[in-house]
């Protein structure tokens, strides 16, 4: 029985058509994948946390001016959003050498930039998201430069915002990925923040043991990735102290229970 129809199914969400035209339905799945899905696996309840982690960084980013697609949050783990045209770039803003550009470049991991750094992948699964210059967005139009003015601009506000909103929970922001949309009014478009940030797709470490409270628990088999998604709701103050993902992943399967 299908209610929707979908849109698209990603690697860690699945997108409905919304219920007014120019809006959808982001769904939040368990699914992990690392190395461009040459490695998956599930994480229960991820999507119940990301969807609410995403909620709560995109609101309080709407809050300082950055324009996103974020409408609201429907239940566990749905949220409606407005429908974009995703800009075929992936948006990587660095504080702190980790990942990659350790690979690449020679570096420490841990060690933190000269400046913060931004770098742009050309969003393609079969090419496994290939490193590109700005000088490659430019030839083959994948944005303007008045649309790149505006991804930098508010690539590093949002950088400067979640630093301190990190900082002031005991967690340090070593990188990230955005992805931006144009949303369509008449004749124009603009550029809004799209997709979801949580930990899937930031590393994220306690400031004092450095511990990792991210998706680099998986990629790296570390194990604890649940305790991981969850220490970092529970500081944001998303998560009462007394719930564990037994409770989360409880609440989820009576929701679907109820058919919701
Ligand atoms: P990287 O070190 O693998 O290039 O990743 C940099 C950051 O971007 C890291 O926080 C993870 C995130 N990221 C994604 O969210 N999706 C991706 O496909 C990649 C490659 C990285």
């Known amino acids: ?7 698209y199914e990603g690697k860690a969400k699945i997108l409905y058509e919304g219920p ?3 809006t959808i339905i982001q769904y939040f799945k368990d699914d992990a994948t690392a190395f461009n899905a040459q490695k998956r696996g599930t994480i ?10 995403s909620e709560y960084v995109f609101t309080q980013l709407q809050h300082i001016g950055i ?13 409606l959003v407005r429908q974009v045209e995703i800009v075929p770039i992936e948006v990587i803003v660095r504080n702190v050498a980790a990942g990659s550009i350790c690979k690449r470049l020679g570096l420490t991991e841990g060690d933190p930039l000269p400046t913060t750094l931004i770098e742009y992948c050309y969003k393609d699964d079969d090419l496994g998201d290939p490193l ?12 303007s430069a008045d649309e790149m003015q505006d991804i ?21 922001l070593i990188d990230f990925k955005l992805e931006f949309g144009r949303l369509f009014e008449g004749d124009f478009s603009r550029i809004i923040l799209a997709d979801e940030i949580s930990p899937d797709g930031c590393r994220l470490w ?20 649940v305790e991981a998604y969850q220490e970092v709701a529970r500081r ?7 719930v564990n993902n037994n409770d989360v992943v409880d609440l989820d399967s009576q929701r679907k229970k109820r058919g919701k």
Do not use: Y
Request: hydrophobic share 40%; proline share 3%.
């Open 206 to 225: 306690d400031m004092e043991s450095n511990e990792k409270l991210d998706k680099d628990r998986f990629r790296r088999d570390l194990g604890g990735e």
């Open 67 to 79: 324009p996103t697609h974020f409408v609201r949050r429907l239940n566990m783990r749905e949220q």
């Open 236 to 242: 944001l103050g998303l998560l009462p102290e007394d």
């Open 1 to 7: 029985m299908s209610r929707r129809r979908q849109i």
């Open 20 to 22: 007014e035209p120019g």
């Open 132 to 143: 590109i210059a700005e000088e490659h967005i430019a030839c083959f139009n994948w944005a």
């Open 152 to 172: 930098s601009s508010m690539a590093i506000r949002i950088n400067d915002f979640m630093c301190g909103m990190f900082a002031a929970i005991g967690i340090r």
């Open 44 to 53: 229960n309840g991820k999507g119940v946390i990301n969807n609410r982690i």
